[in-house]
């Protein structure tokens, strides 16, 4: 998945300014820039209204994750219905990812994301499928915590710092 490239590139700036190459926003990805910056998590409750939430990402063979205890708004609200968003800053661009999220269940793929997390301070451990530890964000709600895997089909980026400009670039699955 690292290697993904989009299928669809559109230059949304509006003063002249060429498009933004995929690669930018994903070398600062794949750097690691993104673990430990905020972003935020949107989802539709049943009832059509929005609801947003911060969340800790991680960003691992071309997904974004992030953890989420089931009684949450957030989990109830993905249980749902998958469609949502994800918008970050990073070091030089502005993105919006709109996409699915699904519970991950691979536990190789749980494992790899716990060593990570535990690597940066967040002591957790595999069980029955989900994280367990010692603490959470508050908003993640008490343990278990399921790991979610975002899958994006459209990123929008403005960069905020030079090359300046704005994309939006789309992905096939």
């Not at 691992?60 to 109830?76: C, H, M, N, W």
Request: net charge neutral; charged share 20%; glycine share 10%.
């Amino acid at each position: 998945m690292t290697g993904r490239s989009p299928i669809e590139i559109k230059n949304l700036d509006i003063y002249g300014n060429e498009p933004i190459p995929w690669s930018r926003p994903r070398e600062e990805l794949e750097s690691g820039v993104f673990f430990g910056r905020p972003s935020f998590l949107g989802t539709l409750r049943p009832d059509g209204r929005p609801h947003a939430a911060a969340v800790a990402t991680m960003w691992l063979d071309g997904d974004i994750f992030f953890t989420s205890g089931p009684e949450t708004r957030k989990a109830r609200n993905l249980a749902a219905n998958p469609a949502c968003t994800v918008a970050c800053s990073l070091a030089t661009l502005d993105l919006v990812f709109e996409g699915q999220a699904f519970r991950e269940s691979d536990p190789a793929t749980l494992e790899r994301l716990a060593a990570r997390c535990r690597e940066s301070g967040w002591p957790v451990e595999v069980e029955d499928g989900a994280f367990f530890g010692p603490f959470s964000a508050p908003s993640a709600g008490p343990p278990p915590w399921y790991l979610y895997r975002f899958i994006y089909h459209t990123v929008i980026g403005n960069a905020t710092a030079a090359p300046h400009g704005a994309t939006r670039w789309r992905f096939g699955r």
